[in-house]
């Protein structure tokens, strides 16, 4: 059974970091791994992305130069370095994962944590 589980969330200052990590359990192979938010009221938007094969990565605008997104400590991990948090940021933050089953591709969803950035 493939699960995925995100960690690190928590309540930070503007101008803070935190750095959440996803990992996901399963003898699999990722194709990619994603990391998304949902603020409340707003649609469920991309954030960051890495490629499993190419380490390849990608950021969105509104965060480039702040988040960093990279391969985490072990395999099938990815983590999301958030530097100069704004108020903007807060959301709940969602691992997605692209497994490649030989026959196809699948998405799987965590469940998500929680950034609070206040002051």
């Known amino acids: 059974q493939i699960q995925v589980v995100e960690s690190g969330g928590g309540s930070v200052q503007p101008g803070g970091s935190l750095t959440l990590s996803c990992e996901v359990s399963?003898?699999?192979?990722?194709?990619?791994m994603y990391w998304y938010r949902q603020a409340p009221g707003k649609e469920r938007e991309m954030v960051a992305s890495?490629?499993?094969?190419?380490?390849?990565?990608s950021v969105v605008d509104s965060v480039r130069g702040r988040f960093t997104i990279s391969r985490g400590h072990a395999r099938n991990t990815a983590d999301l370095t958030m530097n100069n948090l704004e108020l903007e940021d807060s959301a709940v933050y969602y691992c997605?994962?692209?497994?490649?089953?030989?026959?196809?591709?699948?998405?799987?969803w965590g469940q998500g944590t929680q950034v609070n950035v206040s002051s």
């Open positions: 997605k994962v692209n497994v490649d089953h030989g026959v196809g591709y699948w998405d799987y």
């Open positions: 399963g003898d699999i192979r990722t194709n990619a």
């Open positions: 890495i490629s499993s094969h190419s380490g390849r990565t």
